[in-house]
């Protein structure tokens, strides 16, 4: 039985499967494979978001291939890789404004 950081495939897919929304869905994936901390410190690209930031390394690739598989795999419609990646985003914020928050 291959563990996905502390999950089983079977689990991610349910988890994916019981979510109400794209938004939704990608939070529950992201914080049930990547730490608050990961989620924060890293990106999808590992390039710059602009000349004047600093490029935070990419996620870890097979646990982001496992994310995208099951993302797209649980979404009843066909959904762009770029509408992933801007939920990611999303997420991302949406994990460092509760971590400043807390602070």
């Known amino acids: 039985m291959n563990q996905h950081y502390g999950h089983t495939k079977a689990q991610l897919i349910e988890i994916g499967e019981h979510s109400v929304s794209l938004f939704d869905r990608v939070y529950k994936l992201m914080t049930a494979l990547f730490s608050d901390d990961e989620i924060m410190k890293h990106s999808v690209s590992g390039k710059a978001s602009n000349s004047k930031m600093e490029a935070k390394p ?33 997420v991302q914020k949406k994990i460092s404004k509760r971590f400043v928050e807390k602070s």
């Open 58 to 90: 990419k996620f870890d690739q097979t646990r982001y291939d496992i994310f995208m598989h099951i993302v797209l795999k649980t979404t009843p419609k066909s959904v762009p890789h770029s509408e992933v990646t801007h939920r990611v985003h999303a």
